[in-house]
């Protein structure tokens, strides 16, 4: 699809040529003379029409509006979060056979931070998953105009919502693909048609290399399965050779049954999302192809699949990981850890100023936060500090969990050096001090996006969180790393490295921005 961003006053919006035109109408909203504002002012003082989020009113050729069909829609107080609502609640209407053009015009002011948020709500609106299905029709919306009172003032919000949607539909995308359609090692092709972008390169490893690498954690779960396992390696060079790189490490089970420890049948078809924290890798470096901030960043993902078979590690077997640690897989079905672990070890080879993991990894996360909020759990407290507000900037939140040591004293093992699972009280923060011996010093955070990755009943699908929320934690490094260069006092460097990302006022004139997010995966 393809966005626009345009100066667009509420009296020039009424002539806009497109096929469906929304107008978000704040509350203490203030009318101009013009025929539309006339319109909106009349609506509400009617009682038609709430300035609520969620609330809308939809006309068919109003007086003086070029667009056939108009719909009004409550803003609240403007904030992303209230525009975001207003905007999902709109899906349907955006998602009409006939919409193949559309606009959107804020009846008042607005901030970047809101205009990254409608730009994501209509991607979101309008994504189909049509890979698939025989006869599915492709969405008919190409093209979104998105005006605004003074677009220079929110152009580096608009092309924030841009680059994160790019990658939050990428993400979306591989997660719902079934585990037939999206192996490890489709998976790794997906990887690699990221790299046709100038700033990124992925290098894939196969068995051979990762039985080399002494990965026998990893290589443990995927003993069970036909498929062959793929360790993929994306580098996203934005900043000189000598800035440490962030690393993120994604979850890549693209089937998980449990193992000889199989799961039951019911759901179990969900288990094709157990690559979100993968996808939501993938779907980070689609977006910092877009964005092309001044950071570099690797991105891990062991994939494979995990399924019983007569090769299948067992249950008491122990394993060797990469870091010379022995554990015993009291559990086939928490795999997870089991994967993550190599890569973690393989990670600090890259020196990381961060690592952070993202994984689908376990139940117990969803019992605890529900699907709203991931579950954050570091070792550092800067880091976790930047998540954290990462997460609520970009409206994907997580929430902080303990790691005290004491929870790790369920994984002791009379076989090996530790086992793989703690008991089931506080299951997701024994999980996470699993990882933990993993990552010596390096400052390291780990998602559990058991609950946020994907929606279960009829809405299911992949959300492509926590992209946001990545890509927000991203740019900020970037920009603290540009004030760092500059010298200068964070606050303010912070805020002229965020000017310096948009271009010259002559040129922001002069033409709208176009910014396109691309349809198909791979
Ligand atoms: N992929 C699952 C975690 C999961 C389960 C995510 C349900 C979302 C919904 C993971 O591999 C797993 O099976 N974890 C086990 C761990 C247990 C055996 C210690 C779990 O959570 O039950
Ligand atoms: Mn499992
Ligand atoms: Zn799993």
């Known amino acids: 699809m393809n966005f626009d961003l345009k100066t667009l006053p509420l009296s020039t919006a009424a002539a806009e040529k497109c096929d469906l035109l929304i107008v978000l109408v704040p509350e203490g909203f203030k009318p101009a003379a013009d025929a539309l504002s006339t319109l909106v002012a009349h609506a509400l003082k009617q009682g038609d029409l709430e300035a609520k989020p969620g609330k809308s009113l939809s006309l068919y050729n109003a007086p003086a509006v070029a667009s056939r069909r108009l719909v009004l829609a409550g803003a609240g107080n403007g904030s992303a979060k209230a ?32 205009v990254c948020a409608a730009v994501l709500a209509v991607a979101d609106g309008s994504y189909v998953y049509t890979a698939t299905k025989s006869k599915a029709e492709a969405p008919a919306l190409a093209r979104v105009t998105v005006g605004v009172p003074d677009a220079a003032a929110v152009r580096e919000g608009f092309a924030r919502g841009t680059g994160v949607a790019a990658g939050v539909e990428f993400a979306r995308e591989w997660a719902n693909r079934p585990a037939n359609h999206a192996t490890p090692t489709l998976l790794a092709n997906a990887a690699k048609t990221l790299a046709k972008a100038p700033n990124i390169q992925c290098k894939v490893h196969g068995p051979a290399e990762v039985a080399r690498l002494g990965m026998g954690s990893f290589m443990a779960v995927a003993r069970g399965s036909e498929e062959p396992l793929r360790f993929i390696e994306l580098h996203y060079n934005g900043a000189a050779k000598s800035v440490p790189p962030v690393v993120l ?29 993968a996808a939501s890798v993938l779907g980070t470096f689609r977006a910092l192809a877009e964005l092309k901030p001044a950071i570099n960043v690797l991105g891990l993902i062991p994939a494979c699949e ?41 990670a600090a080879r890259f020196k990381p100023q961060a690592l952070v993991d993202i994984a689908t990894l376990t139940g117990a996360c969803v019992i605890a936060l529900g699907n709203l909020r991931s579950g954050l759990f570091a070792t550092d407290d800067a880091l976790a500090a930047k998540l954290q507000a990462a997460g609520e900037a970009a409206l994907d939140p997580c929430w902080r969990m303990p790691l005290d040591d004491e929870y790790a004293e369920g994984l002791k093992s009379n076989f090996a050096d530790m086992g793989n699972v703690g008991g089931r009280a506080g299951g997701s923060i024994t999980a996470a001090k699993f990882l933990q011996r ?57 805020r002229r490295a965020a000017d310096a990302s948009t271009p010259a006022p002559a040129a922001k004139a002069a033409k709208p921005v176009r910014a396109k997010t691309v349809r198909s995966a791979a």
């Open 306 to 346: 995990n399924m019983p078979d007569g090769r299948a590690v067992k249950p008491g077997d122990v394993v060797t990981t990469m870091n010379g640690l022995t554990v015993e897989v009291l559990n086939t079905d928490a795999e997870g850890r089991l994967v993550l672990c190599d890569a973690l070890t393989y």
């Open 83 to 114: 525009v975001r609502q207003a905007l999902l609640a709109c899906a349907s209407a955006l998602k009409g056979p006939q919409i193949k053009r559309a606009a959107l015009v804020f009846a008042g002011a607005i901030g970047p931070d809101a």
């Open 249 to 277: 490490v994604g979850k890549g089970i693209t089937f998980d049954t449990g193992g000889i420890s199989i799961k039951p049948a019911a759901e179990m078809d969900e288990m094709k999302f157990d690559m979100g924290g």
């Open 438 to 494: 993993f990552v010596g010093d390096t400052p390291w955070a780990h998602l559990d996006i058991a609950g946020t990755a994907w929606k279960s009943g009829a809405a299911k699908g992949g959300t492509g969180r926590p992209v946001g929320l990545l890509v927000h934690y991203l740019l900020d490094v970037a920009r603290g790393a540009a004030a760092g260069a500059a010298g200068a006092a964070p606050a303010a460097a912070r």
